[in-house]
């Protein structure tokens, strides 16, 4: 897991980057997630689309993935840990872009933006 502080370093870099537009939606999906919860999901939609914003690897393949991103900074990677590594990657890639996309689903349902 990346320490808060190297998140927090790497958000503002990536916010930095940002195109005007951008950086707008940006701002209200960042203030939509740092308000507290008004009301208990309601629907079987909202509990859905929190399952897929709250997921997550399971602990041994987090552990794995830290792993391999060690090894691979190191150049001691193997070619098929480097395979298993852009599997991973990827499959977190996936996993964002649902998150994101449940992110905004969630947010018209609430009626946040």
Known sequence: MIP?????Q?????IGQLSP???????????????PPQQNPTSAEEIQLLEVI????????????NTLRDRCECGKL???EHRELI????????????????LMAL???TRII
């Open 54 to 65: 709250r997921d997550r690897l399971p602990e041994d393949e987090s552990v794995r993935l």
């Open 21 to 35: 537009e951008k950086l707008s939606a940006v701002v209200q999906l960042l203030e939509c997630l740092t308000e």
């Open 87 to 102: 599997r991973y990657e990827d499959l977190l890639e996936q996993r964002r872009v649902r998150r994101l996309e449940a």
């Open 107 to 109: 947010a018209k349902i």
């Open 78 to 80: 193997s070619e098929a």
């Open 4 to 8: 808060t502080a190297d998140l927090r």
């Open 10 to 14: 790497k958000a503002i870099a990536l």
